[in-house]
């Protein structure tokens, strides 16, 4: 397992070298299409006319979904040709905003109902910054919605195994169209994602671990039935609470 030390800086998590290839494949996986996003969807429940942050759009297979529900959907994301591709899905009708979740966010106090969250956070350090600004960003009782990596799964990667109990980094290759890129994430225990939430104003409302969408089981029988029986990833819904602030 190849350490964050070990790569050069910058190396890796670079979408804007692999979007296309990585786009082909997110559209119609099974944990992307048929088990994450749908996920989502669900914790989500109706949207309509809500005003809804996607950070971390990528691009915007989910912000897409949410429009099409009704949603009226402001997308985010770090990479500036993740964020082309989600213009050439979604048009002129969706704001798009290339803008690191590290930094502060280009928006008011309270301008959203629901910020969604899907699978960004892992690639985060420190989640303390980056959940107060979407705090900040949300109305009082808004919602966000997150999925990560599932920890049960991130701490199997390591030999000897890493302490569950520390926030550590990993680091390995992903293949799309042929091409390895280098990859790194973060791993939380469990008590240190909730702990963050609290910190930065949420209330834990939902931790879920939910199936594959059963619609999934024919076109992919022996990874549906791998997948059902093994968490991939963790997803929570939480919600700000009112601090009393005017």
């Known amino acids: 397992m190849e350490r964050l030390s070990d790569l050069p800086e910058n ?21 992307n299409a048929h088990y994450e996003r749908p996920a989502m969807l669900a914790l989500a429940g109706d949207v309509t006319g809500r005003r809804i942050l996607d950070a ?21 994301d770090v990479s500036a040709a993740m964020l082309a591709l989600a213009r050439r899905r979604l048009g002129d009708d969706v704001a798009l905003h ?6 502060r966010l280009p928006f008011p106090d309270g301008e959203f109902d629901d910020v969604i969250a899907s699978l960004v956070l892992h690639y985060l350090e420190d989640w303390g910054p980056t959940l107060a600004e979407l705090r900040r960003v949300l109305r009082p009782g808004g919602r966000l919605i997150a999925s990560v990596d599932h920890p049960f799964v991130a701490y199997t990667f390591g030999d000897p195994r890493p302490d569950y109990f520390a926030t550590t980094d990993y680091a390995f290759d992903w ?3 042929g091409r390895s890129v280098p990859m790194r994430f973060w791993r939380k225990p469990l008590h240190a994602m909730t702990d963050a939430f609290a910190a930065a104003g949420f209330r834990l409302s939902v931790i879920d671990e ?3 969408a059963p619609a999934a089981r024919e076109l992919f029988p022996d990874a549906f039935d791998a997948l059902s029986r093994s968490p991939t990833f963790l997803f929570f819904l939480v919600e700000a609470v009112h601090t009393g602030r005017p």
């Open 11 to 31: 190396a890796a998590n670079d979408y804007d070298a692999f979007a296309e290839a990585y786009v082909a494949e997110n559209e119609s996986s099974l944990v």
């Open 210 to 212: 939910p199936q594959p």
């Open 175 to 177: 293949t799309f169209g």
């Open 98 to 103: 290339r803008v690191d979740l590290r930094d």
């Open 56 to 76: 971390g759009c990528g691009a915007g297979a989910l912000t897409a979904a949410l429009r099409d529900r009704g949603a009226d959907v402001t997308g985010l």
